[in-house]
């Protein structure tokens, strides 16, 4: 809940203009015509604009908003309730929050409290994004001689989390941590995948001899496991560097782009691994790997407010400046595997895939752009496309020649159908570059 109280100050309402030039018309008549009952008609006008005194025109309103950000999925609806009370005597008080595009008002509830007004709103985004709704007060005193419209900068906060289910695809790196999880490897050790059988050695345990094989031979045989390890995620989010218009080529890589790092993290989480995030964007954002279904909820955060046009805090992640590109240690575990979703436009991008792999983390890249952004210059003009064609061509070819996959995300195809190579074969990590 966010509680401010807000000073506002009245001024003359359309209804005291209308009366003053009315008062003052009939007096000019009762002058001209001498008639001294036109100034006995205007003496109530003159009278209730008397009361409308300067000493009145300062309110102190209390505005509670309940709750200051509503968090919900793509497609869901919040209920936020907007109150407003007053100690003074005021004829009118009411409460409007101002809707912006992609947020839509289903239902709003207007119910009298002790010295104000209580409304609820029942708010839908249908599609993920940030928005902000301003609250803005009308309030109205002295018979309607004096009112005001008052903008607080209290606002109402929607977020709206990205719909992603899980991916049926679980993409992984070669060498993972030492650490129990649910990803098959070739190493053997504790588990409950069947990889062999063995004679027995001292210092083998008890409960792993396989006494079928140990009857049959007379001589005791142990059975061997793939052991089952947790991986490590760090996805990347590459944001333009301003805020993209609706329909563009741009706009439709973002959307690719949060989606699918969504269902990397939804998938992930799943499986009991570790995630964290680095947002590329208006300024870089990063979250540590971690565990827990609160997760995801960090990583969206950290995503919305790394968009142009949406951030306005870091909700207590770490920040870098505004030009930085470089992942931090401290997001980065060891033996963590790196997917970045990125339209592959801005070199910081690029800069950022290679640190880490000369690092010596398993790295692999989604290009989430799907066709040429729509430059002023370069609109429908077939010789601009195909040259633009050819350098992202030669764009992946030389990150794959790095040790970098890059899997184009067409748009016919799924994001299980994109990592499914990662899936087959799980990403092996380059030895670090050790400087000299």
């Not at 008639?35 to 309110?59: N, V, Y």
């Not at 992603?164 to 990803?183: C, Q, T, Y």
């Not at 030009?323 to 339209?343: D, E």
Request: hydrophobic residues 45%; positive net charge.
């Amino acid at each position: 809940m966010h509680t401010r109280q807000e000073r506002v100050t009245l001024h003359a309402s359309p209804l005291a203009t209308q009366l003053v030039l009315f008062s003052a018309a009939a007096l000019a008549l009762a002058l001209l015509l001498r008639r001294i009952e036109l100034i006995a008609f205007t003496a109530p006008l003159l009278g209730a604009l008397a009361g409308a005194s300067a000493r009145h025109r300062r309110q102190a309103v209390l505005l509670q908003v309940h709750p200051a950000t509503a968090r919900i999925l793509a497609g869901e609806t919040a209920r936020v309730r907007v109150e407003a009370t007053t100690c003074s005597r005021l004829t009118g008080l009411d409460v409007r929050l101002d809707c912006p595009d992609g947020v839509t008002v289903d239902e709003r509830t207007v119910a009298g409290v002790p010295g104000g007004i209580s409304v609820e709103y029942a708010l839908t985004a249908p599609d993920w994004g940030r928005f902000v709704l301003p609250v803005t007060l009308t309030v109205r005193a002295r018979g309607g001689l004096l009112a005001a419209t008052h903008t607080s900068p209290v606002a109402v906060e929607v977020r709206a989390y990205p719909l992603a289910a899980p991916s049926a695809v679980s993409p992984r790196a070669a060498e993972l941590p030492d650490r129990i999880g649910a990803h098959l490897t070739r190493a053997r050790g504790e588990g409950v995948e069947f990889a062999g059988i063995r004679p027995y050695v001292a210092g083998d345990r008890l409960r792993a001899v396989n006494w079928h094989a140990t009857a049959r031979t007379r001589r005791l045989y142990v059975t061997e496991r793939h052991t089952e390890r947790a991986c490590d995620t760090v996805v990347v989010v590459d944001t333009p560097g301003t805020a993209p218009r609706p329909g563009t080529a741009e706009r439709q890589g973002l959307d690719r782009a949060v989606h699918g790092a969504a269902q990397v993290v939804q998938t992930a989480l799943r499986h009991g691994d570790r995630t964290g995030v680095f947002a590329l964007g208006g300024r870089v954002r990063w979250l540590p790997p971690e565990s827990g279904r609160k997760q995801f909820y960090r990583i969206a955060d950290v995503v919305l407010d790394a968009i142009p046009g949406h951030a306005v805090g870091a909700h207590g992640v770490a920040t870098d400046g505004a030009t930085g590109a470089l992942i931090p240690s401290g997001a980065l575990t060891s033996g963590a595997m790196v997917i970045a979703f990125t339209p592959l436009l801005d070199a910081r991008i690029v800069l950022t895939i290679n640190n880490a792999r000369l690092r010596g983390y398993a790295v692999a890249a989604v290009d989430v752009l799907t066709a040429m952004p729509r430059h002023a210059t370069a609109a429908d003009d077939p010789l601009v496309a195909r040259l633009w064609r050819l350098q992202r061509r030669g764009l992946h070819r030389n990150l794959a020649s790095l040790g970098v996959p890059v899997m184009p995300w067409r748009t016919e195809s799924s994001l299980d159908e994109v990592l499914q190579p990662l899936a087959r074969r799980p990403l092996r990590a380059h030895p670090p570059r050790r400087a000299p």
